[in-house]
């Protein structure tokens, strides 16, 4: 066995770990974080049975995507959306879990093909109000969430988050409730929502005990993330 197939192996029991003690009854999807990672490593996780991969940079993923198309991989961009990349994203993946803003919502439905699927997205909440950070705030989150739901060629699925970095497990934990709270708060409002995208490699744990369906886990996977390769074209 590899030691990306060990690391999964290893990954999915503390997972399941998880579940059971807090008693989640959830589905909790692995999106394994494969930015800076190449198209090799990407391949030896996807034989050992992960599907899922969360990118961060637009011509990065493109050039991964090209090597890796005979592999059934569900392609998830969590990065920042710069609005002169929407098109590539909305195009060539089919999960966007970082739409915070409305314009950027209407260009990822405008560039989608009408031959596609609609574009699954997530809203990212800023839920802790980190200036450094992309992300609606809680109290504009509803309107938008509303507004977006209306787009032809996208299905609202949930919200994402990434909360300030804390180390003890119950502030952890209460970050991801708020969250939690939010998403609540939009099914109260008639929203139709399935998808919680909220804990990474130091804090899955906490995330799953208030209700992550998705975790994007990154080093705890693939180990500490190799300097990236400047690309040709920004992303």
Known sequence: MTSIALQLQQLQQQI???????????????????KAQTADTVRRAYAAGQTVFGENYVQEALDKQAQLQDCAIAWHFIGPIQSNKTQPIARHFDWVHSVDR??????????????????????????????SKSGASPEDIVDLALQIKQLPRLTLRG?????????????????????????ERLIAQGIALDTLSMGMSADFEAAIAEGATLVRIGSGLFGARPPRTPTLTPN
């Open 16 to 34: 399941a770990a998880a579940k059971h003690r807090y008693q989640a009854t959830q589905v909790v999807t692995l999106c394994a974080v494969s």
């Open 102 to 131: 409305l314009k950027i919502a209407q260009r990822l439905s405008d560039a989608r093909l009408d031959s596609q699927p609609p574009l699954n997205v997530c809203l990212q909440i800023n839920i802790s109000h980190e200036q």
């Open 159 to 183: 919200l994402m988050a990434i909360p300030a970095p804390l180390t003890a497990l119950d502030a952890q934990r209460d970050q991801f409730r708020q969250v939690k709270q939010v998403f």
